[in-house]
């Protein structure tokens, strides 16, 4: 990973590549590279020896010109403001792409979660989320899972924010365990939507899926289950990775087999009889389809010229550097842009969310049939867009339909005077 590029940087690049088609008020673009609030702020909590730490924590509340702001919370040591704000706007046009009710947002605290007990996170999350009470809300802000963040620490901000509040509210935060009125379809759901953009990708270029040859960086939550997802309709993984490292083999690989194995040993090295091959040689791996689906800036401009993969689906949030991106334009690589090819996660909470409202259970079916139309729908208005338009590329045309509908919010609902 670079780590060159600013993601927030990146972000207001790419809403003034889009805003470029659009007839909208140089003020209110201005307004959409730019969140309206951060919190900043430090959680002191127990360890378990009796002594105190103080870490670094935000939120950004990026636009709620269309709904509630909307976005996960990531524990990582390389969280920083500035990365906090651009997750929280990629939200603002994830949800507006794929036609969800919701804003942006984004959280995050400064620490690496693997340093810490199960009893020790708890508190520093239950402390997080007393920080939080006062700005999210079911109508206001709605987090949810990130990196290094899952069900059991959405039950614990759910449940401190209930017990502050004094109420029940399980909308106020999305990707819970079932029993705490979580959906079905949450987990599957980001890399879903990335095996579902893949899908719709090749059958656009008249082509198909199956038979593909896929690279998967980063196996979380995304990445393992984009590949198993994937493989399910016809493609073939043969490489992927963590942070440790990563594995190939032109035969395939078994992805829910190495997903076992990472689930085992805590890593995909040494799966089966793969070799191990470095993230950057995975990233430039002569394969018909890469995803990326770890962390930003995984591919800039100097490694972008090396990228053999024709389609480019990105499940991670911002992997490819602004430069990257105009490289890989250059030489004709189709990139599926993160706002629309990882937006099935926001979708599903969002389902989560209305089901939360209506305090009532819907079927992994109904879940996946209702995320595969908005997939499907959202991609189609993106072509439309490129085509009619002549947007540079896909992810232009998302940020222009995305924003397009931010400013429509925005202007119907007037001004102050
Ligand atoms: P995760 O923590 O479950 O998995 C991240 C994976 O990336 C891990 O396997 C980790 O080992 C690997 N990784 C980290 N650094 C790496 C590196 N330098 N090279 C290769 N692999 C590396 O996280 P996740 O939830 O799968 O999220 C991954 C990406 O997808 C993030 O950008 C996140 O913002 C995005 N995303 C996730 C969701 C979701 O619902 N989980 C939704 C939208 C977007």
Not at 99 to 115: E, L
């Amino acid at each position: 990973m670079s780590g060159e590029a600013n993601p927030f940087e990146s972000l207001q690049e790419q809403v003034d590549d889009a805003a470029a088609y659009l007839d909208a008020d140089a003020g209110v673009i201005e307004r959409l590279k730019n969140p309206e609030r951060v919190l900043e702020t430090n959680l002191t909590f127990e360890r378990d020896d009796g002594s105190l730490e103080t870490v670094r924590a935000y939120r950004s509340q990026f636009n709620g010109d269309r709904g509630p702001y909307k976005g996960g919370i990531r524990y990582h040591p390389g969280v920083t403001r500035d990365e906090v704000k651009a997750l929280s706007g990629w939200m603002v046009y994830k949800c507006a792409v794929v036609d969800v009710p919701y804003g942006g947002g984004k959280g995050g605290i400064v620490i690496d979660p693997t340093d810490y007990s199960e009893s020790e996170l708890e508190r520093l999350t239950r402390s997080f989320a007393k920080e939080l009470r006062p700005m999210i809300g079911e109508d206001i802000d709605i987090p949810a899972p990130d990196v290094n963040t899952g069900q059991r620490e959405m039950n614990w901000i759910k449940d401190t924010y209930e017990t502050l509040e004094n109420t029940t509210a399980p909308g106020v935060i999305t990707g819970k365990a079932l029993d705490s009125g979580g959906s079905e379809g949450r987990v599957e759901a980001t890399g879903r939507s990335t095996a579902l953009a893949a899908r719709e990708t090749f059958d656009w270029l008249d082509d198909s899926i199956e038979g593909k040859t896929v690279a998967v960086q980063g196996y979380g939550n995304a990445g393992s289950v984009a590949a198993a997802l994937i493989e399910d309709l016809g493609g073939r993984v043969v490489a992927v990775s963590d942070s440790s490292g990563g594995v190939h083999d032109p035969d395939g690989i078994d992805a829910r087999d190495a997903k076992a194995h990472k689930q085992t040993t805590g890593t995909v090295s040494g799966y089966g009889s793969t070799e191990p091959l470095t993230n950057e040689e995975l990233l430039t791996l002569d394969v018909d389809l890469l995803v990326p689906a770890a962390l930003e800036n995984a591919i800039d401009a100097d490694l972008a010229p090396d990228v053999r993969a024709d389609v480019i689906v990105e499940a991670a949030n911002g992997p490819l550097t602004p430069d990257a991106d105009a490289v890989l334009t250059d030489r004709g690589v189709r990139v599926v842009p993160d706002i629309f090819a990882n937006a099935g996660g926001v979708t599903v909470s969002y389902f989560e969310w209305v089901q939360n409202r209506q305090r009532f259970h819907w079927t992994e079916t109904r879940v996946n049939e209702e995320l595969e139309r908005v997939i499907t729908e959202a991609f189609d208005g993106i072509v439309d867009a490129h085509e009619s338009y002549d947007t540079p590329n896909l992810r232009t045309a998302a940020y222009v339909v995305a924003i397009e509908r931010v400013v429509d919010a925005y202007e119907q609902a007037g001004n102050w005077p």
